[in-house]
């Protein structure tokens, strides 16, 4: 039995301040301010390709916080983990611990001129999918490894991720153990759990900002990000797009999923979100969705870092919220779908709170 509502909003959201922090010596240094404790560089795997780093924020609080995990956006190919939104404000504002995660980047060939240039001081590792993924559930093997050192509870985890950071934060969702992508697209030894292997990938809720979800409906040309992910032209590499997306791999089990997508979104077709909204509200997965009418890709900001603030101005952006929950016997809509807060950190720290209590 499914419940589903429809409706606009507009109300202001709270925001909350957090103390300037300061940096402490040593190794993977903690920075302390008054309520978070930030550990920076911290590296959680070793590849051929290089050592790959995570940055964690954490509550300083009497209980165990929940973690999300997020993961940054740049066409698979572009940005850092530094491209994220003021992680150590939402670890605060939401009462969740927060780590951004570098993955291996994919690799523009020598014969592809872009028309933009790839920075050269990016040191990130790079690889072939599935190797971006096979991170991702790495550092949240990892991060789980590590929960009880630096503070927060283990079984309580989400992703976050923006546009390819989307993709990976929503196929970490619905594909519980990375050794599930294998198959005749990709041998078992291009999934090995080298990190944490005995910890599980698992997560129990996804925020998904503008992700791709359907790789087979992209261009996919030979200068495309995405034949660059799949280490060639996607028309050549049609069952590798589709185990590489997440609308293979949704089912009942999945985890509740958040998505919002700006309507005018001219890098990533809104349509991505649609058709993954779609797939999710048929397998009767808790979903909620918000489809910003008149913004675009990254909400219009120059960045990641900055994008949030977009969803914060005055006046709010129009909005339409659409969400699907999955009613047991005798639950009542209201307390499963609730009111929605506009776009933006309320929405958000009001998902995490009701899927990670």
């Not at 992700?211 to 049609?238: A, R, Y």
């Not at 006046?315 to 809509?333: D, K």
């Amino acid at each position: 039995m499914t419940g589903c509502s429809e409706s606009n909003t507009s109300d202001d959201s709270m925001q909350s301040l957090v103390s300037e922090k300061r940096t402490d010596g040593g190794e993977s240094p903690a920075i302390e301010s008054a309520s978070i404790a930030a550990y920076e560089d911290v590296t959680y795997a070793e590849r051929d390709a290089g050592e790959l780093k995570l940055d964690l924020y954490v509550p300083e609080t009497d209980g165990l916080t929940p973690l999300v995990v997020y993961i940054h956006g740049g066409g698979w190919v572009f940005e850092t983990r530094k491209n994220a939104p003021d992680l150590e404000r939402f670890a605060a504002e939401w009462d969740c611990a927060i780590a951004s995660v570098s993955y291996r980047l994919a690799t523009v060939p020598d014969d592809v001129t872009l028309p933009f240039d790839v920075d050269p001081d990016n040191q990130t590792p790079r690889g072939v999918f599935p190797d971006q993924i096979v991170d991702v559930k790495a550092a949240i093997r990892w991060l789980r490894a590590n929960a009880d050192e630096y503070g927060f509870d283990e079984d309580r985890v989400a992703t976050w991720g923006a546009s390819a950071g989307g993709h990976l934060a929503a196929l970490a969702g619905v594909v519980d153990d990375v050794t599930d992508i294998a198959g005749d697209a990709y041998p078992a030894d291009a999934v090995v759990k080298a990190v944490a292997p005995d910890e599980s990938g698992v997560v129990q809720a996804v925020v998904d900002w503008y992700g791709i979800h359907d790789l087979q409906k992209l261009p996919g040309h030979k200068s495309s990000l995405e034949s660059f992910l799949l280490g060639g032209p996607l028309s050549e590499n049609q069952d590798k797009a589709r185990r590489a997306s997440p609308v293979t791999y949704v089912t009942p089990d999945d985890p509740p999923f958040l998505l919002m997508h700006g309507r005018t979104d001219q890098v990533v077709d809104v349509e991505q979100s649609d058709g993954l909204f779609e797939e999710l509200t048929a397998a009767h997965v808790d979903a909620t969705y918000y489809e910003l009418l008149e913004l675009g890709h990254v909400w219009g900001a120059d960045s990641e870092r900055t994008a949030m603030s977009v969803l914060e101005s005055d006046p709010r952006p129009a909005q339409t919220v659409r969400a699907m929950a999955h009613l047991e016997e005798g639950e009542s809509t209201e307390t499963m779908l609730g009111e929605r807060p506009p776009a933006g950190p309320d929405a958000i720290g009001t998902f995490l709170a009701e899927t990670l209590r």
